[in-house]
């Protein structure tokens, strides 16, 4: 007698939808949230600046989180709470992102704000199927650049740009504006007008 396919994932897993982008109130965070709505995914923003909320909401992101998104009670794998990770953070957010995304899930590890090390088991990958995209965007070949700027327009709620934006600089600003960038206290991005 044939077996017949059955689909065994956990209820929770089924009614994830929603996808996390961590460091949210970043460059790269506040442009994967707006791109993520636009398309029309459930967004939620995880930030450790709470006087970011409304820009985040504004952005396009359904609920706006703190840092510590999913409670760490020890256990290797945690409840399973997205869809997806867009993580620009690393380390130990890294890991969590890993163990709370649902059964075949991914997560996109762009960053080290956080740190460059990751502490993390098998089990998110052998257990819940779960995928661990590496993004590099410096050998991106130009031809594959040219599309997706081409691309962005049409994807980009290009009306957002402008609350992107933390500040305008001249080269006399770049010291000032780093030292904000490396204390996490900068909202999108420094526009610098050479
Ligand atoms: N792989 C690639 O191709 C690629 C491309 C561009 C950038 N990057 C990397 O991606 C990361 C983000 O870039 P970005 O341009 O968005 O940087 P950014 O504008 O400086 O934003 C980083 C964000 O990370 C969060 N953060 C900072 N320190 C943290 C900490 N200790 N723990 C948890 N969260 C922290 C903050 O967001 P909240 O305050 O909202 O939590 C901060 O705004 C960087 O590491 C950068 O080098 C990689």
Redesign the pocket.
């Known amino acids: 007698m044939p077996v017949e396919a059955t689909t065994s994932y956990p209820a929770a897993a089924k009614s994830a939808t929603a996808v996390l982008v961590?460091?949210?109130?970043?460059?790269?965070?506040?442009?994967a949230v707006a791109l993520l709505a636009a398309a029309g995914y459930e967004v939620v923003?995880?930030?450790?600046?709470s006087a970011?909320r409304d820009y985040?909401s504004g952005l396009g992101a359904g609920r706006v989180v703190g840092?510590e998104f999913a409670e760490d009670d020890g256990r290797i794998l945690g409840p399973q709470l997205w869809a997806g990770v867009v993580d620009?953070?690393?380390?130990r957010?890294l890991a969590q992102a890993l163990r709370t995304v649902r059964y075949g899930g991914a997560v996109a590890?762009?960053?080290?704000?956080?740190?460059n090390d990751l502490s993390t088991t098998v089990y998110p990958f052998i257990v819940r199927a779960v995928a661990l995209l590496?993004?590099?965007?410096?050998a991106?070949p130009i031809a594959e650049r040219r599309a997706l700027w081409a691309e962005m327009p049409s994807v980009f709620p290009l009306g957002r740009c402008e609350d992107m934006v933390d500040a305008e600089i001249g080269l006399d600003g770049l010291t000032s504006a780093l030292a904000r960038?490396l204390e996490?206290?900068?909202?999108?991005?420094i526009l610098v007008r050479p």
């Open positions: 961590t460091g949210a109130s970043g460059g790269v965070g506040s442009t923003a995880s930030t450790g600046k970011e985040l840092r620009c953070v690393g380390g957010t590890a762009s960053g080290l704000t956080g740190g590496g993004i590099d965007t410096v991106t960038v996490a206290g900068v909202r999108g991005r």
